[in-house]
């Protein structure tokens, strides 16, 4: 059985998928986000729906799929009932995820993104610890990456 895997941003999933030995889809909801409407670039607001497609989709094919960890993609996890991973750096590693973003060229808007919002990004995540019904979180620590954890992520029963 395939598993659903929400990582944070900065833990590795592009890397694996490019780079690991395991079946993985590295599902990037930018792709589905966004949609030009008379030449303008606008939210989708089928966003969630054909995102959450997608993902029931690149389940049948591959063995891990990573997926984003937006609020509303998590919530549209728990409402179609889809057990998943959240893999998320503990609050405490926010420079080292700057240095991160930083390092892999992301632009000065998404450098100014989480530098202002890390903290509440994470918290947003934890909070689900308690009330998620389909969630296993998975917190990394210091200098740990989704390619480090792996095998936990193997491991977690279906």
């Known amino acids: 059985m395939s598993k659903v895997v ?3 941003p900065g833990t590795g999933k592009s890397y694996l998928t490019r780079n690991g030995e395991y079946n993985t889809c590295d599902s990037d909801s930018s792709k589905f986000s966004w949609i030009v409407k008379d030449g303008v670039k606008v939210r ?3 966003f969630v729906v054909e995102y959450i497609q997608h993902i029931k989709d690149m ?3 591959h063995d891990i799929v990573f997926v984003s960890t937006h609020k509303e993609v ?3 996890l728990e409402t179609n009932k889809l ?3 959240i893999v998320y750096p503990a609050v405490s590693l926010k420079s080292e995820y700057m240095e991160r973003y930083r390092r892999r060229g992301n632009d000065e808007s998404f450098l100014d993104l989480m530098e202002k919002n890390f903290e509440n990004f994470v918290a947003q995540i934890e909070a689900r610890e308690d009330t998620s019904e389909y969630a296993v979180m998975l917190k990394l620590l210091k200098d740990e990456t989704m390619e480090s954890v792996i095998s936990h992520i ?3 029963p279906e």
Request: net charge neutral; hydrophobic share 60%.
């Open 6 to 8: 929400a990582g944070f």
């Open 44 to 46: 989708n607001p089928l």
């Open 74 to 76: 998590l919530d549209a």
């Open 59 to 61: 389940l049948k094919v």
């Open 83 to 85: 057990h998943h991973i």
């Open 154 to 156: 193997l491991a977690f």
